[in-house]
């Protein structure tokens, strides 16, 4: 019974920009890459503050990264509230707009 809440990964931003959960609710973030190159996710604060059992998640980078045409879940319960800044790191994307936040409440 998580809540589901999809991020489509489109060349040079995401859509939404701004993610806002609930602390203590159990999400499943649905990652849709609909570029034709790669992109990722990449929220390393967020990551390192919040239980996260998940996939495809670098727990070291806490980020998310997939190919063009890719799609992958995470799995998690927020634990701490705050703003959290995420973008993607591949180059030049983040400067072209591909950035946003997650808010915890």
Known sequence: NARTIEID???FAFVPATITLQRGVPYRLRFVNTAGGGH???AKAF???Q???CQPVDDNKGEVDLGGGESGDVRLVVNRIGTYDVHCSHFM???FGMK???VVR
Do not use: L
């Open 93 to 95: 994307h983040s400067i």
């Open 9 to 11: 990964m489109k060349n």
């Open 51 to 53: 239980y996260c059992p």
């Open 100 to 102: 946003g936040k997650i």
């Open 47 to 49: 990551s390192s503050s």
């Open 40 to 42: 990722n996710f990449v």
